[in-house]
């Protein structure tokens, strides 16, 4: 009796047909699971509805959920395991920005999340592929702060191999690299005085805010075209006639990469200590408790298998890696965090709007059938990557050997 051996192609195409069906079949669920949240917004850490209509929804379809996840009430992770294998993971995003709602489309992003969920379990399932997927639900992106709280609690180093995740846009990305960041509240103590009287007698912090500013001004000629400064003075003293005792200032630095922004840490730190200096005032300079965001790895050899189903199902090809590369934005995620622990890619894929994240009008965007069918292509495209990596041994050493050669072993921490 001859026995007949499927080759590694086979797998794929057979793989590619069931993950294709599955979110075709799931499709309608999908965009309904997407409207609901999209008509519920909630901020960072407030997305309880979110929360329960996602879990509710991955419990349904025999997913093992863990609700509250990692001591988060509104994190949540869905595990589903048939063998041994690869553990991939993906994760979802549900909050929103004040205000305007969905404006990142944090509610399309959610059920991308889902459909890939779905596809790896069919797979896995149908005996396809041997292995795990895994969905994080992570709070609170806008505030960059959801995953470092979960990588803190070994979240995604000590559960997956691999993780991925989608965002909508105006275009399409498989190397979008959003920069690195960090935020600083800044504050100054002098003393008060009467400004008519006696002001000569008084310490003012207002002086020391602001000369700190021009300080950081005048440090922009030395900085690199790809840095960012930018803040805010958040009080400015409470009357003309008193000689300010304290004034406070809420600053941001980003960089393309982790090891940039730590250098305009130090460089904006002193521009902060030396005004206190020079006006005799005390100072008090806080980074974020969570620390800084760091900038996303894409890895390239998941990233290019991601542009190939992309391209096969729209039949456009994406732009190249040096046209996205130089069109670089200064935006930030905490997905950065994540692609430094674990192989990750994080494309961004076109909803069909000219109009940019963070607008009323992307907002309304991210409620249409085609910014829906969007999420669909896209979602068929990663979760592709997925099958090459549970069904190719050879692929994910190919994925690993990126990682080691892409992430500075300093970074490949959460501290």
């Known amino acids: 009796?001859?026995?007949?051996?499927?080759?590694?192609?086979?797998?794929?195409?057979?793989?590619?047909?069931?993950?294709?069906?599955?979110?075709?079949?799931?499709?309608?669920?999908?965009?309904?699971?997407?409207?609901?949240?999209?008509?519920?917004?909630?901020?960072?850490?407030?997305?309880?509805?979110?929360?329960?209509?996602?879990?509710?929804?991955?419990?349904?379809?025999?997913?093992?959920?863990?609700?509250?996840?990692?001591?988060?009430?509104?994190?949540?992770?869905?595990?589903?395991?048939?063998?041994?294998?690869?553990?991939?993971?993906?994760?979802?995003?549900?909050?929103?920005?004040?205000?305007?709602?969905?404006?990142?489309?944090?509610?399309?992003?959610?059920?991308?999340?889902?459909?890939?969920?779905?596809?790896?379990?069919?797979?896995?399932?149908?005996?396809?592929?041997?292995?795990?997927?895994?969905?994080?639900?992570?709070?609170?992106?806008?505030?960059?702060?959801?995953?470092?709280?979960?990588?803190?609690?070994?979240?995604?180093?000590?559960?997956?191999?691999?993780?991925?995740?989608?965002?909508?846009?105006?275009?399409?990305?498989?190397?979008?690299?959003?920069?690195?960041?960090?935020?600083?509240?800044?504050?100054?103590?002098?003393?008060?005085?009467?400004?008519?009287?006696?002001?000569?007698?008084?310490?003012?912090?207002?002086?020391?805010?602001?000369?700190?500013?021009?300080?950081?001004?005048?440090?922009?000629?030395?900085?690199?075209?790809?840095?960012?400064?930018?803040?805010i003075i958040t009080d400015g003293g409470k009357a003309p006639n008193i000689i300010p005792d304290y004034t406070a200032a809420s600053m941001a630095v980003r960089a393309p990469t982790t090891a940039r922004v730590q250098e305009l840490m130090d460089k904006v730190g002193k521009c902060f200590n030396a005004a206190a200096l020079a006006t005799g005032c005390e100072v008090e300079i806080k980074w974020r408790e969570s620390g800084i965001c760091k900038n996303v790895t894409q890895n390239s050899v998941m990233a290019e298998m991601y542009a190939k189903y992309y391209e096969e199902i729209t039949g456009k090809p994406l732009p190249s890696r040096q046209v996205q590369e130089a069109a670089q934005v200064g935006a930030s995620t905490d997905f950065g965090n994540v692609s430094a622990l674990v192989p990750a890619i994080h494309p961004l894929f076109e909803i069909y709007t000219e109009d940019f994240p963070h607008t009323a009008s992307f907002a309304d965007a991210a409620g249409t059938t085609k910014a829906h069918e969007g999420a669909i292509i896209a979602s068929k495209s990663l979760a592709m990557v997925g099958a090459h990596l549970l069904l190719e041994k050879g692929y994910f050493d190919n994925v690993s050997r990126e990682f080691e050669a892409t992430v500075p072993v300093e970074q490949r921490n959460q501290e």
Not at 62 to 91: E, M, Q, S, W
Not at 107 to 112: E, F, M, P, S
Not at 181 to 192: D, I, L, Q, S
Not at 196 to 217: F, H, K, R, Y
Request: net charge negative; with cysteine.
């Open 1 to 231: 009796m001859t026995v007949e051996i499927e080759t590694p192609s086979q797998n794929i195409t057979k793989a590619q047909n069931v993950i294709y069906a599955e979110i075709d079949r799931i499709s309608a669920e999908l965009q309904e699971l997407s409207i609901d949240i999209h008509k519920h917004p909630e901020t960072g850490l407030e997305e309880h509805y979110a929360h329960e209509v996602l879990t509710n929804y991955l419990e349904k379809n025999g997913f093992t959920v863990t609700r509250h996840a990692y001591d988060i009430k509104t994190a949540f992770t869905a595990v589903y395991t048939n063998g041994p294998g690869l553990r991939v993971g993906f994760c979802s995003e549900y909050d929103a920005l004040p205000g305007i709602g969905h404006a990142c489309g944090h509610n399309i992003i959610a059920i991308t999340g889902v459909a890939n969920a779905m596809a790896m379990k069919a797979l896995l399932e149908k005996g396809i592929a041997s292995g795990t997927v895994m969905l994080f639900g992570t709070p609170s992106e806008e505030r960059l702060e959801g995953k470092i709280m979960m990588a803190r609690k070994r979240a995604f180093q000590d559960n997956v191999d691999v993780c991925s995740m989608l965002h909508p846009s105006s275009n399409n990305m498989n190397y979008w690299g959003a920069t690195a960041c960090n935020y600083a509240t800044v504050e100054y103590r002098g003393k008060p005085a009467h400004a008519g009287g006696s002001p000569w007698s008084g310490v003012n912090a207002l002086d020391a805010v602001c000369q700190a500013l021009v300080s950081i001004g005048l440090l922009r000629q030395q900085l690199l075209g790809t840095d960012r400064v930018h803040g």
